[in-house]
Each structure stands twice: as C-alpha cells, then as structure tokens.
C-alpha cells in the first residue's frame, strides 16, 4: 500500500515545490533585482534608481499588470479582432522578457480598450465596451479558454469610452462611464455664441455618463443597470486605483477642452493650453465633481463656471465636490498608482505615482506632459507638491505636435519586489525601474535634478509670449492651422490613428466647398469615414473666426502640402454659405 501511495505524494510534493519556485520561494534569483541598463532605457530618474528594458515593442500598449511571480500581462490599444493582450515572462532573471505571447479570444475592436488587472487570482480587462476575467493558472502563463463577461456596455462605441477599474475590499468593483462629449454640447442648437456651441441643460449625458459606477466583482453578465451610480460629474477618467492605506477611491480626471474656441470673448490661446486643470481625486460615495457645468482653475484653485454655461473665466462655480489638488492641464493622466512595496526609499511609501500620456491640443504652446510623476502622500492627501519621477520619454526639448514624442507613458504596476513598471503607448514599450541606491539616506539631494527638469518645454508652465511657438513665424495661413486644426489633426495633417482623421489626401477636404465651410462654421459630431476608415469624434464650431480667416485656412488646408487639389474659395463665398440656413 505504501509503495502504491509513494508516487503519488512524490507527485504531490513535486508540484507544491514547483508552484512555490513559480511563486518566488526558496529561489534566490526571485529575490535577486537585475542589473540596470548602462543609459537606463533612455529614462531620466532620481538618483539610486536604475531602469532596464523589458521588452521593446510589444504593440501599442494601455495598462498592465504584474503577476506574484514576475509574469507580466498587457493590454493592447486596439487589435481587429482577437488577441488583444500579452504575456511577458523573463525565464533567466535578468530582467528581460524573453516569451511575449499574445492571447484573448474575445473582440477587441474600438480604439479605448483599457485595463488590466490582477485581483483575486483573475485577470481583469477590458475592450470599449465589455469587461471580462480570465482564472490564472499557476503553472502556465495564458490562461485558457474563453474568459468570462462580468460587465456589458450596451450604449455604442463612443469618445472616452475606456472601462477603466478599481476594486473595494468588500467585493465591489468601480468602472468608469465617462462623457462622450466635452461639454455636454447640445448639437441640435445651432445659434450659441460665438461658436455656435452650447451646453445643454439640465445635461441629460449625466443619466448614463460622466460617472462611476458600482458592480458586484463575481456576478457574471452584468449591464449597466446592474450597478449603482457612486460619484457623478466626471468628464473622462481613466486613472482609477483603490488605496488600501485608507480603504478609498482615488481618480484622476482628463479636464474639458476647448476653452478659446467655445469663449474666445473670454479665453486666450494660453489660458487655452494651461486650463483647466487635470484633477486628482478622492471620491466618496454620491460625490458630484461639476462636470459639464464647471471645471476646476488650478491657479485659482476655485470651481469654475463653464463658459457654456454663463461663465466668464471670473464665476465661480458652487456646490461641487473639490479635487484633491489641480495638475497641469491636458497632460492626460492615464494610470495611479499608490506604491505599496519596500524596495523604494521610504518617502515613496504609499504615495502615488501618475503616468501622464502627454497632450494633443496645447498649441500654439508646445505640447506638455509624456512623464511619470510621484506625489507624496500622507492621511489620504497629498503631502507635497507633485514631482517629475520619470523623464526621457519624448526623446526631443520641445513636443510642437504629439506625433513629435518618442513615447508616450501609459501604465503602471507594481512587481512582487516592489519594482515599478511603466508602459507606453506608441510602439509598446516596457521599462521596469529598480532602486539600488542607501535608502537611508536618499532625500532633497537625491530629487534635485529631477526638479531642474521642470524647465522643460513639456513640463513648466509656458510663457504666453515666448513660448508661443507661432511667435516665430509670420501669421498667415500656417498659424491659422497650427492653432486651430493641428491640435486634433496635427502639424502634418495625418491626424491621430483611430482617433482624429487625417486631412491629408482627405475626401471630405477635397469636396465640396459648401461642405467644408459648414463643418467649420457648425462643428461635427458622429460617426464619419476618412479614406476607409471609420472616426467617432466631436469637432467644435470654429464660427467666431472671419469669413478671410476661414477662406485661408481651407485654401492652405486643400493645398499641395497636404496632398490635396480642392477648389481655392473666397472669403465672399464663406460669407454667402454663413448666410444660408443653418443645416447639418
């Protein structure tokens, strides 16, 4: 019987030992850190910490997630199809992933799939519209099968359509609605002033929108209705993180656009590129942050009216819940993180760190953001001023157009040694940051060239006259452009992938003037095809600019430079279409 039972619990005891060596027990590599590379992976850090590239081009990724023994998982952009994640494993402990294996059997399509999670031996992730969980096995790296749906978005694919998560300790699970438009804008209104933009009031989007909202983690096959509404008026979050230090939510919300254009009455090109402010949150149960009514002026660090709404840049806005503290504006914070590990000198225990992924829309001033920053925290707030953790992203001194930056910053995760991970956005990627330096006594020294870096182009506050990249060049038809289209469609007309379209080569450019003209004087909102390829966005009114203004900017815009031949027209022609009546 004994000699029967033996191979059994050989067999048994085998694979206890090989689960605890998958786990890091009783291996010395697991606790060993890699070596740095010689330039840290191009990234600029405080003094005592090194980084070393995992991988270097996994595809365009959003977050990730680290297992309890090392593996890495990855969410991507947008991926036709399936196979919309990644696994990473490095087999050797020196740091670098040698097995990259994509993985997914669910559809992926839209342009804001987001998350990725690990929570209670599940992968969490997430498309536009779904959010799904897969069990992790211990012993292999993909899970297998297909993976379950816990939660269904019914409403179509839409601008900030992320399904951003953050888990409770209780079971509950946070997911992110945010607004499709900027401002509630009311597209059936075609007589606001001066841009022919108005918010609608009472804003009806905030019934299934512009919130979080409350789910049970393990219920399968939920829809919206399902959940409860936690916290309202919140534009766009992608940022989301439950802090165990206090057993809260934190978030970070993406601030409205479009300041000048909706006012420029009341807005300057700068105070277009430096409001409002990116805002980092703590939400409590039924909090109401403003959004679309007001915006948050880090300056003033005030509520404010929206201008859409009878505001001036003067009107305060009452009644709303305040941010913990105002960020630079459009700096696109995409991912919190609140460091719980032992690695890192005291100082960054339990603090946050925040990957910016950089603007598209600042100019004339140069684009801003494209870093990791760290914020010290202490009873639930902040405890300093934000910080420049990681630099070296942009790979240039000034970011005049997005599609300038090397990288762009997207996900955090914390390794099971307390290593930091960061992903980008462009080319996929991936940097794991280590410290190695006397924790003991790392301080203001050790963060001194990290603040110097603050004079950057892409980080410090511009100045309105200096900064002003158009400043440099004649006001023609080229700072036309550059102020108004190559926020969206960029300096070289190619737009954004999957997000703005490009003018380049563009049909809706090159057709009729009647056409091109409305657009400009009533804005765009909807679905729309771009040389085959489907845009969902919101183009604002550009009426407040002159019947000449408009005329140059179009007859630049179908010029050669940007691959187009359509028909030259006259400021006389702009005025007799501003005249007819308004139709879309």
Known sequence: ????????????????????????????????????????????????????????SVGSCRHLAVNTNGDIYVKLRMITGTMGNVALRDTNGNGKADIVQRFGDYPNDGNFGTEMRIHKGYLYFSSELVVYRQKLDPFKLVPEGKPEVILVDRFPIRWHNAKSLAFDKQGGMYVTFSAPTNVCE??????????????????????????????????????????????????????????????SLYALQHGRDYLYGHAPQYFTPWENAVLPAEEFLKIKKDDNFGWPYAYYDQFKNKKMLAPEYGG??????????????????????????????????????????????????????????????????????????????????????????????????????EGPDGSLYIAESKKGKIWRVIYSGQAATFGEHQLGRMEERKSRSYIKVPDEKVDNLLSRKPVNAVALYETHCAPCHQKDGQGVENIYPPLV?????????????????LGLQGEIQVKNKTYNQIMPSYSFLSNRELATLINYVRSDLFENHGVPITAKEVSEIRQRPKKR
């Open 1 to 56: 019987m004994k000699n029967l039972l033996k191979p059994t619990a050989t067999r048994t005891a085998i694979s206890f030992c090989l689960l605890m060596a998958f786990a890091g027990c009783h291996s010395e590599k697991a606790t060993e850190l890699p070596k740095p590379d010689l330039d840290n992976g191009g990234l600029f850090l405080p003094d005592g910490f090194g980084a070393l590239v995992v991988s270097d």
């Open 312 to 413: 001036d840049g003067d009107k305060e806005a009452s009644n709303f819940a305040a941010p913990l503290m105002g960020l630079p504006a459009h700096w696109a914070p995409n991912d919190l993180l609140f460091y719980k590990g032992n690695q890192f000198p005291s100082r960054y225990k339990k603090g946050a760190f925040v990957a910016f992924h950089g603007s598209t829309n600042r100019g004339p001033y140069p684009q801003a953001g494209y870093i990791v920053g760290f914020i010290p925290f202490e009873n639930g707030r902040p405890s300093g001023k934000w910080e420049v953790f990681a630099d070296g992203f942009t790979g240039i001194d000034t970011v005049a157009n997005m599609s300038d930056a090397m990288y762009r910053p997207m996900g955090l995760a």
């Open 505 to 521: 080569g563009s049909e809706w450019v090159n057709g009729k003037s009647e056409k091109i003209v409305s657009i400009l004087l």
């Open 186 to 247: 009311d597209w059936n209104s075609t007589n606001g002033s001066p841009a022919n933009v108005q918010g609608q009031y009472p804003c009806q989007q905030l019934n299934d929108f512009a919130g979080i909202w409350k789910f049970d983690e393990n219920k399968l096959n939920q829809f919206q209705t399902d959940g409860t509404l936690f916290a309202t008026g919140l534009r766009s979050i992608v940022a989301i993180s439950w802090n165990d230090d206090d057993n």
